[in-house]
């Protein structure tokens, strides 16, 4: 295992300059309560991926839609777990407590390969977020304040309104992202929460409202054309494996970790199932990949809107700080660079450019990475490090995670590219 090979200089860490052996967080002296805990894993969790739940339940159907969610969030907890147990037995077979992370458990099982493996997924993951932000900011913002029925292809001065949106926020963004520590941020990640939680009940209501003055032909299953773009997005609306080992490790009472995380996900899932099912219901095949766009230009829905925008816009810095640790660390010695920042910056605002639709970007991102992160490489380093121990069954269920999730990552990143790219034709 990665600790083991060095295991003088590894058990003391007093290292000026981060290397592939240090981990990547530090403990943290102050534990949290289960109260606390559930609210972080929660705000963990909890992300910009259900907005294009409703749309994509009219692709895969409302039963459909509704099982596959159900079963990610099971299969997303489950395999959390096995990064806390993998950590949990690494930590007592070498006596210390040095797992920080997700990179720095990777690296206790397969050395450098292992975080590097983990630190690339984590970069295109979070950057993949960042860049469904700028997606939604700018196709929400030309909703509100330029399309109209009597101009249905409106322009800025010559330029496509979310062209003209997204290098709007790049300077501003250049900005916030040159903050060099998230104790800074922490005031505007309550702020984008309470934010996006108010949203979201704003909208149920509405679609509750709408749904019972109209109704819709409504389709259960959507078929197996449209099964794993349906994953994809479901994968990435529970998309938080990353901080689960820095949360465990804050967790005051970690033999109820468990229980948390698991409550936790199941009131995620039935949240993220009614948000969608409501959307859908309400709306029905005009359903758009935003859902807050089919709630029309009114006052209401323009602050809804408006206020999900301000959600998303102060928290691109917050996901994006994994990327930056990452880099830095690798390129920079671990010192704060703001040019690798800068370029960073740019080169999401780029791709965000280039992809036309809101909710086939997050299941682009789901079907690939977030695969990867989520399913593959916990299976994987539980497999590795069980391996001597785990009975048939465990031998199984680990094997099958890890076929399967590679498979469907393979398939519906194919799939999900075939709809973007068809979406520009």
């Known amino acids: 295992m990665g600790f083991e090979k060095d295991k003088a200089s590894s058990s003391s860490h007093v290292l000026q300059i981060p290397r592939e052996d240090t981990p990547l967080l530090a403990k943290n002296q102050h534990l949290s309560s289960p109260s606390k805990t559930f609210a972080n894993v929660f705000i963990a969790i909890v992300g910009a991926g259900v907005l294009g739940l409703p749309y994509t339940f009219k692709r895969t159907g409302w039963v459909m839609g509704a099982l596959m969610l159900f079963s990610v969030a099971f299969l997303t907890y489950h395999c959390m777990m096995l990064l806390v147990y993998s950590r949990r037995k690494i930590e007592s077979h070498l006596k210390i407590s040095q797992i920080s992370s997700f990179g720095d458990l990777g690296f206790a099982v397969c050395g450098p390969v292992g975080r590097s493996a983990v630190d690339a997924m984590i970069v295109l993951s979070q950057a993949g977020f960042c860049i469904s932000y700028m997606i939604f900011i700018a196709n929400t913002l030309a909703y509100c304040f330029n399309y109209s029925k009597s101009n249905p292809n409106p322009t800025i001065l010559g330029f496509p309104p979310k062209a003209v949106y997204i290098w709007s926020c790049f300077p501003f963004q250049l900005g916030l992202n040159s903050i060099p520590t998230l104790t800074h941020l922490a005031p505007l990640s309550i702020f984008a929460d309470v ?17 019972l003055k109209t109704s819709h032909v409504l389709e259960a299953f959507g078929g197996f054309s449209v099964f794993f773009y349906g994953l994809g997005v479901a994968v990435y609306a529970f998309e938080g494996v990353g901080m689960v080992l820095p949360l465990e490790a804050e967790t005051k009472d970690k033999e109820k970790f468990g229980k948390i995380l698991g409550f936790s996900m199941a009131l995620i899932s039935l949240m993220y199932g009614a948000f969608g ?3 859908y219901f309400a709306f029905g095949e005009d359903t758009k990949d935003i859902i807050t766009t089919n709630l029309g230009q009114g006052l209401l829905s323009s602050l809804v809107q408006i206020g999900l925008c301000i959600n998303l816009f102060f928290t691109f810095p917050l996901m994006m700080n ?20 800068w370029i960073m910056v740019l080169a999401v605002t780029f791709v965000a450019l280039l992809v036309p639709n809101f909710a086939d970007f997050l299941s682009l991102v789901g079907s690939s990475v977030c695969i990867i992160l989520g399913f593959v490489l916990p299976a994987l380093f539980h497999l590795i490090v069980f391996k001597d121990e785990l009975r048939w ?6 094997g099958a995670i890890l076929i399967m999730a590679a498979v469907f990552s393979v398939y519906g990143t194919y799939s999900s590219m075939l709809e973007i790219f068809g979406a520009k034709e």
């Open 195 to 211: 934010v996006e939680l108010g949203a979201m009940g704003v909208v149920m209501v509405e679609d509750v409202m709408i749904y």
């Open 277 to 279: 099912v409501l959307g």
């Open 322 to 341: 994994p990327v930056y640790e990452v880099v830095e660390r690798r390129f920079c010695e671990g010192r704060y660079c703001v040019w690798v920042r």
């Open 393 to 398: 069954h465990g031998l199984a269920c680990d």
